[in-house]
């Protein structure tokens, strides 16, 4: 664990350098159209990730951002109005069906869906807008 902790700073260097041309894509087009919120979406250690998210988000650019419970569409299959917000969704192997299925009704209330994922070939790199591929490694 530790010796992972301490490749950490290499592997974020190369995880920004291969993903810089499409990083400037998707702040182009937040700046076009920016969201009025954000919205988490994580399971696990993914979603310790997405709460360092959101508080670098509220933080540096003053948006209200929120995590995303996916029972509420997975389980009781509502469909939280969603509208021109930016949802966020993190996940190592990019298959969880809880995850996916809040990722097709943030996208069907016409959510702008960013999917950081290790697996660049999973379900849910297919249903992103925008794909950040994480590049860190077999789990």
Do not use: K, W
Request: glycine residues 4%; aromatic residues 2%; hydrophobic residues 45%.
């Amino acid at each position: 664990m530790y010796r992972e902790a301490a490749e950490a700073p290499a592997v974020v260097r190369a995880q920004l350098r291969s993903n810089a041309a499409s990083l400037v894509r998707l702040a182009e087009r937040l700046r076009q159209t920016p969201p009025r919120a954000v919205v988490t979406c994580a399971r696990g250690s993914s979603d310790h990730a997405a709460t360092f998210a959101r508080y670098l988000i509220e933080t540096r650019l003053g948006l209200l951002t929120s995590s995303a419970a996916p029972s509420v569409s997975s389980v009781y299959e509502a469909q939280p109005d969603l509208a021109g917000t930016l949802v966020l969704v993190i996940s190592q192997s990019g298959a969880s069906p809880d995850l996916l299925s809040t990722v097709s009704h943030a996208r069907a209330a016409g959510a702008r869906i960013v999917a950081l994922v290790n697996a660049e070939n999973s379900p849910l790199a297919q249903l992103a807008d925008d794909l950040i591929p994480l590049r860190a490694g077999v789990e």
